[in-house]
């Protein structure tokens, strides 16, 4: 997990891929790794959630000359 970000009620636990193409960067985040970072937002999330708080695992996909392609709620336990 590379960042954990707030918005409102929402605490979103997120994956960053930087990669040449965005098939290579959607091909990055495999079911393997979503289990990672959903492993690491379980230890995490007492930490920086509060009660009532949505938590999701969101992916942030980096590619040269495209804007960031912003995926929410990746993870469907």
Do not use: T, Y
């Amino acid at each position: 997990m590379d960042v954990i970000a707030r918005r409102g009620r929402i605490v979103a636990f997120v994956e960053v891929k930087a990669r040449a193409s965005m098939d290579s960067a959607g091909l990055a985040l495999d079911r393997h790794r979503i289990c990672r970072v959903a492993a690491a937002a379980k230890q995490l999330a007492p930490r920086f959630a509060r009660p009532g708080d949505d938590l999701r695992i969101d992916a942030l996909f980096i590619v040269p000359g495209r804007w960031p392609n912003h995926v929410a709620d990746v993870w469907q336990g």
